[in-house]
């Protein structure tokens, strides 16, 4: 597979308890990537304060930990062509208002603070996301589709 990439997705509370699952998995299913690793986990806040320890000196740290800690999340890793540019443009920008129809935040968020859905936004952020969330691994295998994907 060409510039095979690894990325991180994780669907927040508001996506789970939106019953928003399905749609955001199907997305990345039809667009060719492979699923590696899912699981359902409400997160503790400090596995949540190293996951957005970038943020950690904005004002809005402690509601947001506070938010994602308030409710399951699903954490998945993705395989495939560029896939952490390719699954940023189908996350859509932060502010949800700003994401274009057609993209994951444009078509199910409004808020900022409730934009559904976190996308590793580098090669390297992803493999530090995926090691904090998936310790254990991910699932390696050859999928079917591979050929009908792929040049």
Known sequence: MPNNERTYI?????????????????????????????????????????HYADLAGKPFFPGLIKYMASGPVIATVWEGLDAVKTGRVMLGATNPLASPIGSIRGDYALAVGRNIIHGSDSVENAEKEIALWFPEGTAQYTSVAEPWIYE
């Open 10 to 50: 994780m669907i927040k509370p508001d996506g789970v308890q939106r019953g928003l699952i399905g749609k955001i998995i199907t997305r990345f299913e039809e667009r060719g990537f492979k699923l590696i690793a899912l699981k359902l986990v409400t997160a503790t806040e400090a596995h949540l304060e190293k």
